[in-house]
């Protein structure tokens, strides 16, 4: 029985220590900087890595290229689309086989007036064989025209298709550049030049350093969430060698859940400073946030 209560009494003071009261009225303790934004950019094509264009350390601004897939072969099926592209739209903007077609349908229409008209002043100028002859021809040459017409409106339609292969070819080169998505420090390169590489495959891990988060946990039964949001609070940061770093900040966000343990989730994010060519906090160092 004694063993039971000994363990209730264990669980309960595990369950307060995750609320982590502090001795101090507004001080919230016991918890972590961390990355705001922490990425292992990966690979989204298939190949071999020609490039890697960072080393660890490297401070990177948001879109800078940090490695290539070859893109060889994306890059021949880009060109072929171009010369593609220039022979349709070339194609169809040639109305010389339109403008012929025009030209013989007026010419076949003017031959089949005269010999009516003739037969008209002159019955039997022209045979009934020859004018069904002649306006046969006149037909003909009309459905000419609307045929190279026709011919003309594909030539179009063939040169967007060939423009489109033109920009899918420029999506898939632009695919195998691998960029940052948020400015950072490369803390580490996953891969090497000469590797082959699957979409997925993180190539370089990036975090962001110019601003961290401490999120805390919240005792709900001290704090509404609704007074915490953009409440101005002081951020201690335990640096290494037992100095502190005081940041001011506020709590960018109090989620309106109140978890099992009696506590609901917050944050603020912390400003950081450069150091040289580094910078002075970094993920992992503990911090306390003092209500103001």
């Known amino acids: 029985m004694r063993k039971l209560t000994f363990l209730a009494m264990c669980l309960t ?14 001080v919230i ?6 990355a705001i934004q922490d990425v292992r950019v990966p690979a989204t094509d298939a190949g071999m890595l020609v490039s890697i264009e960072v080393e660890e350390g490297d ?4 879109g800078q290229l940090l490695a290539r897939v070859d893109d060889r072969e994306a890059t021949m099926a880009k060109t072929v689309a171009e010369y593609e592209y220039r022979a349709a739209k070339k194609q169809a903007e040639n109305e010389i086989s339109v403008e012929a077609a025009v030209k013989s349908e007026e010419v ?5 007036d005269a010999a009516t008209e003739a037969n008209r002043k002159v019955p039997g100028s022209f045979g009934e064989t020859e004018v069904r ?11 000419q025209k609307e045929l190279a017409i026709y011919e003309n409106e594909i030539a179009a339609a063939t040169a967007w298709a060939k423009l489109a292969q033109v920009k ?10 691998l960029t940052a998505p948020h400015s950072g420090i490369v803390v580490e390169k996953l891969r090497q030049k000469g590797e082959w590489v699957a979409p997925g495959d993180p190539v370089a891990h990036i975090v962001r350093m110019d601003e961290l988060r401490l999120i805390v946990r919240v ?14 609070v002081e951020v201690t940061v335990m640096m290494p060698g037992g100095r502190t770093q005081v940041v001011n900040a506020k709590i960018g966000f109090a989620s309106p859940v109140v978890e099992e343990d009696g506590a609901f989730r917050a944050w603020v994010n912390v400003p950081n400073q450069r150091d040289g060519k580094g910078w002075l906090m970094g993920p992992g160092l503990p911090a306390t946030l003092k209500l103001r």
């Open 13 to 26: 003071l595990a369950g307060a220590a995750q609320i982590s009261r502090a001795a101090e009225p507004g």
């Open 29 to 34: 303790e016991g918890f972590y900087l961390v």
């Open 59 to 62: 401070v990177i601004e948001e």
């Open 108 to 112: 076949s229409k003017a031959e089949y």
């Open 133 to 143: 002859r002649l306006d046969l021809t006149w037909k003909r040459s009309g459905l």
């Open 168 to 177: 899918q070819a420029e999506t898939m080169i632009e695919r195998r550049k």
């Open 219 to 232: 005792d709900a039964n001290e704090y509404y969430y609704k007074d915490l949001e953009g409440r101005p």
